[in-house]
């Protein structure tokens, strides 16, 4: 089946830091990623869907300048959390879906970032 | 986007059948039906996916009314390994690029 893969799987790092995590469709293309975010005990909030090739789609209230989305390739997607302050602690999951009809998205297994 | 609306938790024993029942009263034509599973700190697992009728695969069985207005998701004799939060999620599969929307989930606690 279609596998998502995401990395780093843990980020623990110091205020003020940039952090970057990776998603990744080991076996098939993309065009079109998600990213979201989960806080302890909810539900997952969408937060950009990502095209390749061009700009990110961010939802209401989602500082596009603070998280950077990249998607350069059609297996590849990249949310780089900006000058990270401990309330961007968060666990952050990706999804993608391959380019067809009626096919499920497929979500990575996630990065807990911890900003101290 | 279609809202769907599920219970908060449910209890049950090992080896019983689980059914998690999920109203979506304003399904789109085009929209499917899709189940995902998720445990502490891993991202959601796909487990089913429906339009109409019953899908069935190794691990659940999906009824879905003609009206499609809601879905049961039934788990068979389910274990100690499928306590876990259960999502039921509508949206379009035929543009690819409508993210799915997460409601609340339902909490399965398997009791020994």
């Known amino acids: 089946g279609a596998v998502v893969s995401q990395h780093p799987s843990r980020v623990i790092c110091k205020s003020g830091t940039s952090v970057k995590i990776e998603c990744r469709s080991l076996d098939f293309q993309a065009t079109t990623m998600f990213w979201y975010r989960q806080f302890p005990k909810k539900s997952l909030m969408l937060m950009a869907t990502?095209?390749?090739?061009?700009?990110?789609?961010?939802e209401q209230g989602v500082e596009k300048d603070k998280f950077l989305i990249n998607h350069a390739s059609l297996t590849l997607s990249t949310l780089t959390v900006t000058s990270a302050h401990p309330e961007d602690s968060s666990f952050y999951i990706c999804?993608?879906?391959?380019?067809?009809?009626?096919?499920?998205?497929?979500f990575g297994d996630g990065t807990r970032l911890s900003i101290l | 986007l279609a809202k769907t609306t599920q219970p908060i938790s449910m209890d049950s024993y090992e080896g019983q059948e689980v059914n998690i029942t999920c109203s979506h009263n304003?399904?789109?034509?085009?929209?499917?039906i899709t189940w995902y599973q998720q445990f502490p700190s891993q991202g959601p697992r796909f487990i089913i996916q429906g339009y109409k009728t019953k899908v069935t695969n190794e691990v659940a069985s999906l009824f879905i009314p003609a009206d499609r207005k809601s879905s049961t998701l039934s788990l068979p004799r389910v274990s100690l390994s499928d306590t876990a939060v259960y999502y039921c999620?509508?949206?379009?599969?035929?543009?690819?690029?409508?993210?799915?929307?997460f409601g609340k989930g339902t909490r399965l606690s398997v009791i020994a």
């Open positions: 999804s993608a879906r391959a380019g067809l009809d009626n096919q499920p998205q497929h």
């Open positions: 304003n399904i789109a034509t085009n929209d499917y």
């Open positions: 990502s095209n390749e090739g061009s700009k990110a789609t961010y």
């Open positions: 999620l509508v949206g379009s599969t035929i543009s690819g690029n409508t993210p799915l929307v």
